[in-house]
């Protein structure tokens, strides 16, 4: 792992790791894949103020994130699929964040279950979930993350109706994964990821089991998430899962300071500026770009995560500069993984802290809470 500089050098890993359907569920965004553009082009295209002269022997990344100490200002977001990337791929992501002293999410959509996980792992852990058309299993679900003892419930606003993603189609991108004619060739070049994961004894959604479709699986994810997914649901809904989930709150998925205030108003602890890795609404902004109204809008009342875009720590110096007060990574996350397993995660993490460190040091900041609007130019 030690030549391994850049989130970028894990992707180039994971590219040649896992098959090309696995690879690009994570890569892709929906449709044109502008948004998905937007999110990177709008982070580069910020600069550092670059001073020198300043006494930075001593940095300090530390902060907290929703209520509990945090090693550096980053979080793993929930992904769904991580066990494809590697086996047992969401018990290793925890626990290189556990190590880490980082937050990880777990995605209902996951592969290890949340009991799967919580069993593998002794730090308590974040649990994703969306709404459902079955609220009873919303509530199984609050349930099963008490039991848990998860330090937080992300409640993802965006996905009412699931945005294109045209690469999965056309990869064939199937739950549990198939050998088939369209993927032997690829297939073949991967035979660790044969004989670990497509071989393997999790091969489909943990969290649901008895609820997806017959032995045949799913062929289409966006069929199944419109037959899943509350397509209806709306603010009361969120009020409703606060009513019933005792810890802390998180609201991921808000772009845009009129629905900041309305995720304020229902009394959640943290909203996550987001527009799902450009997954979702094509044309949307790039999350970057949408922070700063959003931070105005929510004014310190409750805490403003970031995601989208982050590939390095310069990327995340860049969020927390426009009031973010931690980032989150998915595909940087799902890279690593695939990469290596829990090694992976955890050079990305290592490489991840370096780059924020050197780049608070370069815009002479020694404490995270320094930094702001004024290391941008
Ligand atoms: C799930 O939330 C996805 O973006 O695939």
Same mark, same amino acid.
């Given at each position: ?168 189609? @056309?990869? /064939?991108?199937? =739950?549990?994964?198939? &050998?088939? +004619?369209?993927?032997?060739?690829? *297939?073949?070049? #991967? ?119 982050? @590939?390095? /720590?310069?990327? =995340?110096?860049?969020? &927390?500069? +426009?009031?973010?007060?931690?980032? *989150?990574?998915? #595909? ?46």
């Amino acid at each position: 792992m030690t030549m391994i500089l850049s989130t970028g050098d894990l992707r180039d890993l994971a590219r040649r790791r896992i098959p090309r359907a696995i690879f690009d569920y994570a890569e892709g965004g929906s449709y044109d894949e502008r948004t998905l553009r937007r999110n990177t082009d709008d982070l580069d295209a910020l600069s550092f103020r670059q001073r020198v002269m300043v006494d930075v022997s001593d940095i300090s990344l530390a902060t907290t994130l929703v209520g509990l100490p945090a090693s550096m200002p980053l979080g793993i977001a929930p992904t769904g699929l991580a066990g494809f990337f590697h086996a047992d791929g969401e018990i290793l992501g925890a626990r290189a964040a556990a190590a880490f002293g980082i937050p990880f999410c777990l995605s209902t959509m996951s592969i290890c279950s949340i009991e799967d996980v919580r069993a593998a792992t002794t730090q308590p852990f974040w649990f994703q979930q969306y709404l459902m058309r079955d609220r009873g299993f919303n509530q199984e679900l609050i349930e099963r993350a008490i039991a848990a003892q998860c330090s937080a419930l992300v409640l993802t606003l965006d996905l009412q109706v699931l945005g294109e993603r045209r690469r999965d189609p @056309r990869n /064939g991108l199937s =739950i549990p994964p198939r &050998l088939s +004619l369209r993927n032997a060739f690829d *297939l073949v070049t #991967k035979p660790a990821w044969i004989k670990t994961v497509l071989l393997g004894k999790r091969r489909t959604f943990g969290n649901l089991a008895g609820r997806i479709g017959g032995s045949s699986g799913i062929s289409r994810l966006s069929e199944w998430t419109a037959s899943q997914f509350d397509a209806s649901a709306n603010w009361r809904d969120v009020d409703w899962v606060r009513s019933r989930w005792p810890g802390k709150l998180i609201l991921k998925g808000v772009l845009d300071a009129e629905d900041a205030r309305l995720a304020l108003a229902t009394g959640a602890d943290a909203i996550v500026v987001s527009n799902h890795g450009g997954r979702q609404l094509d044309g949307a902004p790039s999350s970057i770009a949408v922070l700063p109204e959003v931070v105005r809008a929510i004014d310190g009342r409750c805490e403003v995560l970031f995601d989208g875009g982050i @590939r390095s /720590g310069q990327d =995340i110096a860049k969020a &927390l500069a +426009l009031g973010a007060r931690g980032a *989150l990574i998915g #595909k940087s996350f799902l890279y690593a993984l695939a990469a290596g397993g829990q090694a992976g995660v955890t050079r990305a993490l290592q490489i991840l802290r370096e780059e924020l460190r050197v780049t608070l040091a370069l815009t002479g900041t020694s404490r995270i809470d320094d930094v702001g609007p004024h290391i941008l130019r």
